[in-house]
């Protein structure tokens, strides 16, 4: 009788626990990063159905012109895209500008209907710094707000305010100091999201609030229930953004600490 003998190498039988964690860890990274990815493109996916759907459905009962619906589906996308950080947003949005630009101008909200045109020039500037706005010609990360630029942005928002208001007025502008003051507000928003601010959504949660009520007076009721979702959006950009900040916070930290122990 003859008894064989295999002998396994001590790397093979035990292997290093270190190495098949790291590996571990590595394909839990990989997996999470795709499951997230995933659950996005659903997400996506199921917005742009249901908002299709809801303006098809407002449109052919009368509710809705078909300009404004494709102004509707564009804008609530575009909008999850900025919650995303998505450059996508941008293309997208200066899409959505140019539709609404006539929506209000046929429903005599003539400062919301110039404040598209200026919106597509700052959708253009957003977009080239979100790629080349930081340091050394790289992609914009999310900072906060500095006081200094924080009280200009309000100065700047109270004085529009006052001049479209007297402007719209004189041009019989339909509710025409809350059609200034959501313009004046929008603009300081727009202002602090090109810059990746993150107070940007603070201001995007107070101009949100006062559009619902002002488009159903309008009877613009579909762009009234985009607003609600922007509405809805916001409070979600805000909470996302404040985690990714946080995030690059703590990382910074990190960094400097372990430059500080090898100096």
């Known amino acids: 009788m003859f008894v064989i003998v295999f002998t396994i190498p001590h790397n093979l039988a035990h292997p290093d626990n270190?190495?098949?964690?790291?590996?571990?860890?590595?394909?839990?990274?990989?997996?999470?990063?795709?499951?997230?990815v995933s659950r996005d493109n659903v997400?996506?996916?199921?917005?742009?159905?249901?908002?299709?759907s809801l303006a098809v459905a407002m449109?052919?009962?009368?509710?809705?012109?078909?300009l404004e619906a494709v102004s509707f589906v564009?804008?609530?996308v575009c909008v999850w895209l900025v919650v995303k950080e998505s450059i996508w947003n941008f293309p997208l949005g200066l899409a959505?500008?140019?539709?609404?630009?006539?929506?209000?101008?046929?429903?005599?909200l003539y400062a919301d209907a110039g404040l598209q045109i200026v919106y597509f020039?700052?959708?253009?500037?957003?977009?080239?710094l979100w790629l080349y706005g930081?340091?050394?010609?790289?992609?914009?990360?999310?900072v906060r707000t500095g006081r200094r630029e924080a009280i200009g942005v309000m100065v700047a928002i109270a004085v529009l305010c006052a001049v479209l208001w007297q402007t719209v007025s004189y041009f019989g502008g339909s509710a025409s100091f809350w059609d200034a003051l959501t313009t004046a507000i929008s603009l300081g928003a727009q202002w602090l999201l090109n810059r990746k601010r993150l107070e940007s959504w603070i201001a995007w949660i107070i101009v949100d609030i006062i559009y619902v009520p002002l488009y159903l007076y309008k009877e613009l009721y579909l762009t009234s229930i985009l607003y609600a979702v922007f509405l809805v959006m916001a409070v979600m950009g805000l909470m996302q953004w404040r985690a990714t900040l946080l995030k690059q916070e703590r990382e910074a930290a990190?960094?400097?600490?372990?430059a500080e122990a090898v100096a």
């Open 134 to 142: 930081g340091e050394r010609r790289t992609a914009l990360r999310i």
């Open 18 to 36: 270190s190495s098949e964690n790291e590996h571990n860890c590595y394909f839990l990274r990989r997996r999470r990063c795709y499951l997230k």
């Open 74 to 76: 564009t804008g609530a």
């Open 96 to 108: 959505n500008v140019a539709t609404f630009c006539f929506v209000f101008f046929y429903a005599k």
């Open 121 to 128: 020039v700052l959708g253009v500037i957003g977009w080239y």
């Open 254 to 258: 990190k960094t400097a600490a372990a």
């Open 59 to 66: 449109v052919l009962r009368g509710a809705a012109s078909w």
């Open 43 to 52: 997400i996506l996916c199921v917005l742009t159905l249901v908002t299709g």
